[in-house]
């Protein structure tokens, strides 16, 4: 079965940084987009950054665009989130998430994606 293991997470101050990993098992990871979603405590998960299959499109929310950057390796069925000027409100639980099907992208809403992981915890410290 499909499995996604983040890893990554961690405490950082305000304006640091931090890269999450992604990795991908049980299916052709090449064939299929990714995402990354987060929960903050009390607000719903939101979306935060997708790519394409071949990685050659990505689509960022507007609260993290110009400082994350998803990126993948195909070839080690990995997808990675850097995370650059971090904020204290970008505190939350990371997720890895892939679609069911072989769309070039997964969209930014929830409902798109099939396979989700555990998640890994971010906590920016101001």
């Known amino acids: 079965q499909v499995q996604l293991v983040e890893s990554g997470g961690g405490l950082v101050q305000a304006r640091g940084s931090l890269r999450l990993s992604c990795a991908a098992s049980?299916?052709?990871?090449?064939?299929?987009?990714m995402g990354w979603f987060r929960r903050a405590p009390g607000k719903e998960r939101e979306f935060v950054a997708g790519?394409?299959?071949?990685?050659?499109?990505?689509d960022y929310a507007d609260s993290v665009k110009g400082r994350f950057t998803i990126s993948r390796d195909n070839a080690k069925n990995m997808v990675y989130l850097q995370m650059n000027s971090l904020k204290p409100e970008d505190t939350a639980v990371y997720y890895c998430?892939?679609?069911?099907?072989?769309?070039?992208?997964?969209?930014?809403?929830?409902?798109?994606?099939?396979?989700w992981g555990q998640g890994t915890q971010v906590t920016v410290s101001s």
């Open positions: 998430a892939s679609p069911g099907r072989r769309w070039n992208l997964g969209g930014r809403g929830p409902d798109g994606y099939d396979y």
């Open positions: 790519i394409s299959w071949s990685g050659g499109t990505q």
């Open positions: 049980g299916r052709t990871f090449s064939w299929y987009a």
